[in-house]
């Protein structure tokens, strides 16, 4: 779990998501020197693309495929491998009934239990007080020597009306075990409960009206007990910052059978535990939706005593929190991980027996081969840490595990270490794997030594000198013709420096957001939704909006104009009919068509402005040119000049766009144009919008939001969105 210190529960239910990554600047390390030293009594294979033979290792690989037959195929969406066969199983009759029809949620818990005879029964009795009866029970004894499995005979044989099964294996550990019982889980929701934990009565019921309402992932409020006495609660907020310094989550958190087949199941190659921390951290590329319960839902059994595993997992715990940071190297800064590598390379001896274990029992995991190169780069040993680090790159290729983890990091370590031995050749290919995985100081050094080993000293380092902050290729246009080169770039410096800068825009456009839904709830007190509504007020206050009149004197031609034509398609949601066309054959020309909207506040309000827009071969990228261009002229004669929605040219879909325009002082009228200008190409408009608060935010019923067409003007609150007067104030995630 990592947090022990209590907290003050909190009174509300708290609805939050994993952001985006926010992302940090490391700073620039300075370029290694010194020259290779040559070592011509070790022998290597210079081929690299192939890995070099290992006889035991393939021998061992085909064994572990024979096994794979011999138990039958169950489940396959658990990615990792399966540890020694079972042993025996049991189940009560009912287990094998069809699940109840009609129930949205079901729930399976998997109970992991290793020597825990004494306190089974204990947290077996925590699932069955449960007040959500629609679950079932697997209990996995992961090679007990103790009475664990007597313990799980006796309930499956007490319990026959119960959903139960049990199932007895040589010993996996923690992940091994969860695993086989989530292989045999038919519910749509699981809960991982550890053989001396605890379940609180209510927990599944309030989890499943989560659970129904779009959760991915539902915690709640956990209690030390036994050795400690303390309540921690979910922390304030919840980001993948905080997730990628620290566990938040305990041992007990309900999630979705989507999201944990998303995942593959857990890493079962952690030496000292950290399991947990290494599944949410994979979970986080899948952006799940976290709701949490503001109340104590799980307890957590603190054993008094001391044994050499939780001896082991305080004295190593540096090393395993490298091991995992390790697994997600698209989460974590190259800075970071080369620290932890120089970690992994020096482990305890205790360590490094148990990793020997760990690739005995699982030979096909490719991250241990990895960590056991790290620790013979460490000892110096060269021509092991070559063998293990091909083995590593050859099982991640092979292992269909996901393609982030066949990354930088073996490469960049076999490069570096055939670079020490004197082969320049196998190097400089390896480092080629490196680079196309990871853009950053180091890889760019040793490259450029390579270079000049292979090419003498002619070569100039690439770009005449370190990273770029924003390199050519980070053209928007070529990157998405060219998906696997955007990858690539993305984890790139320049590439998290973009994400960083995205990343700012989404905050300021939260942060609009907010800034708007204050101004809409602080007016909504002066509405006055019966009178208006019995008056029948008018509402957009833009003539002929949709194009479907005459144009008249409503739209005023700018520049070049514009003109009024069926479009081969009509915008979400909308009818076919006419739309407002803008065609420019040169960046020279401009194109347009504009209305002034009389408003005559008295005193300041908000008004809604919106549009649609579908773009034909609009050159250029997102700008003013190509917008929903708005004068404001203020009731004391002022103006403000420029108020702007643009449309993005490269999304060929209609887009909407729409913003409350809410100032200081009241406005009198807006000149309100259909614009494009510096563009070449043609763009459509259709239902434009300009609706004080006082009449749209009486238009529509709850749960709706006013985007007028020329058939009806209110639609379904957009799916995550929180409407309210007719208007999408935030996002749900």
């Given amino acids: 779990m990592g947090r022990k210190n209590a907290r003050k529960v909190p009174g509300w239910l708290v609805v939050v998501a994993f952001t985006q990554l926010a992302l940090t600047l490391w700073f620039v390390r300075s370029l290694g020197g010194g020259q290779a030293q040559q070592n011509e009594e070790v022998q290597v294979h210079p081929t690299v693309v192939e890995v070099v033979a290992d006889k035991p290792l393939e021998k061992r690989e085909k064994a572990a495929e024979v096994e794979a037959l011999d138990q039958g195929t169950l489940d396959p969406f658990i990615l990792f491998p399966k540890s020694k066969g079972i042993l025996e199983t049991k189940e009560t009759p009912k287990f094998d009934e069809a699940l109840p029809d009609g129930e949205s949620v079901f729930f399976s818990v998997v109970i992991a239990a290793y020597n825990q005879g004494s306190l089974l029964q204990e947290t077996v009795d925590s699932v069955f007080k449960q007040?959500?009866?629609?679950?079932?029970?697997?209990?996995?004894?992961?090679?007990?020597?103790?009475t664990t499995w007597e313990v799980a005979n006796s309930i499956v044989g007490q319990n026959q009306d119960r959903r139960i099964k049990v199932l007895r294996k040589e010993n996996g550990g923690l992940s091994?075990?969860?695993n086989y019982g989530m292989r045999f889980a038919r519910g749509n929701w699981l809960c991982m409960l550890d053989s001396d934990d605890l379940l609180g009565k209510e927990y599944l019921s309030k989890a499943a009206t989560l659970a129904s309402q779009g959760a991915d992932i539902v915690v709640g409020c956990m209690e030390n007990f036994?050795?400690?006495?303390?309540?921690?609660?979910?922390?304030?907020?919840?980001?993948?910052?905080?997730?990628?310094?620290?566990?938040?989550?305990?041992?007990?958190?309900?999630?979705?059978?989507?999201?944990?087949?998303?995942?593959?199941?857990?890493?079962?190659?952690?030496?000292?535990?950290?399991?947990?921390?290494?599944?949410?951290?994979?979970a986080s590329r899948h952006r799940p939706r976290v709701m949490h319960l503001p109340e104590i839902t799980f307890y957590y059994r603190h054993h008094r005593g001391s044994s050499m595993r939780k001896e082991m997992f305080r004295i190593a715990l540096e090393e395993s929190k490298a091991m995992v940071r390790s697994n997600h190297p698209d989460l974590f800064e190259p800075y970071q991980l080369l620290m932890d590598h120089e970690a992994i390379g020096k482990m305890r001896p205790e360590s490094f027996e148990r990793l020997e274990k760990k690739m005995a029992q699982f030979p096909t995991l490719a991250k241990p081969h990895f960590w056991k190169g790290l620790y013979y780069k460490a000892q110096q040993n060269h021509e092991g840490t070559i063998l293990e680090l091909q083995t590593a790159i050859k099982l991640l290729e092979k292992n269909g595990l996901p393609e982030e983890q066949v990354?930088?990091?073996?490469?960049?370590?076999?490069?570096?270490?055939?670079?020490?031995?004197?082969?320049?050749?196998?190097?400089?290919?390896?480092?080629?794997?490196?680079?196309?995985?990871?853009?950053?100081?180091?890889?760019?050094?040793?490259?450029?030594?390579?270079?000049?080993?292979?090419?003498?000293?002619?070569?100039?380092?690439?770009?005449?000198?370190?990273?770029k902050s924003l390199p050519s290729y980070w053209d928007k246009v070529k990157i998405n013709k060219n998906p696997e080169v955007d990858k690539i770039n993305e984890g790139t410096l320049a590439g998290k420096l973009r994400q960083a800068a995205?990343?700012?825009?989404?905050?300021?456009?939260?942060?609009?957001?907010?800034?708007?839904?204050?101004?809409?709830?602080?007016?909504?007190?002066?509405?006055?939704?019966?009178?208006?509504?019995?008056?029948?007020?008018?509402?957009?206050f833009v003539m002929n909006a949709h194009f479907e009149e005459d144009v008249g004197q409503s739209w005023l031609t700018f520049e070049k104009g514009f003109r009024i034509a069926q479009v081969p398609d009509c915008r979400p949601e909308g009818n076919p009919g006419n739309s407002l066309v803008l065609e420019n054959l040169s960046l020279a020309e401009k194109s347009g068509g504009n209305q002034l909207v009389q408003l005559h506040q008295s005193e300041p309000a908000p008004v809604l402005i919106s549009a649609w827009s579908r773009p034909d071969g609009v050159s250029g990228g997102k700008d003013s040119g190509y917008s929903l261009y708005t004068d404001i002229t203020y009731s004391d004669g002022t103006n403000e000049w420029g108020f702007i929605l643009a449309f993005d040219p490269s999304d060929a879909n209609w887009q909407q766009r729409h913003a409350l325009l809410s100032r200081p002082k009241p406005i009198a009228q807006l000149n309100v144009y259909c614009m494009l200008r510096n563009h070449e190409g043609r763009a459509y408009f259709d239902d434009i919008v300009v609706a004080p608060l006082a009449e749209f935010g009486c238009a529509c019923t709850s749960g709706e939001v006013y985007m007028p067409s020329q058939t009806r003007s209110c639609l379904p609150c957009p799916e995550r969105k929180t409407c309210a007067y007719g208007y999408p104030l935030t996002d749900q995630e």
């Fill in 131 to 146: 007040t959500f009866q629609f679950w079932e029970l697997i209990i996995v004894d992961d090679g007990s020597s103790d």
């Fill in 407 to 467: 990354d930088w990091q073996p490469y960049f370590h076999l490069a570096l270490t055939y670079e020490k031995i004197g082969n320049y050749a196998a190097a400089s290919q390896v480092i080629d794997k490196a680079f196309a995985r990871g853009y950053f100081d180091e890889i760019m050094a040793c490259k450029y030594r390579l270079q000049k080993r292979l090419e003498g000293e002619g070569v100039e380092m690439p770009g005449g000198g370190l990273v």
């Fill in 502 to 540: 995205e990343l700012r825009t989404r905050q300021e456009t939260v942060h609009e957001a907010l800034v708007e839904a204050k101004s809409i709830l602080g007016h909504a007190q002066d509405l006055r939704c019966a009178e208006r509504t019995a008056r029948k007020t008018r509402v957009n």
């Fill in 176 to 178: 091994d075990a969860r």
């Fill in 226 to 282: 036994d050795a400690v006495s303390s309540v921690w609660c979910f922390p304030e907020g919840y980001s993948i910052v905080g997730l990628s310094h620290w566990n938040k989550f305990h041992a007990s958190v309900l999630m979705s059978n989507r999201l944990v087949k998303s995942i593959g199941g857990y890493d079962q190659s952690l030496l000292w535990g950290l399991e947990d921390w290494n599944f949410w951290l994979s």
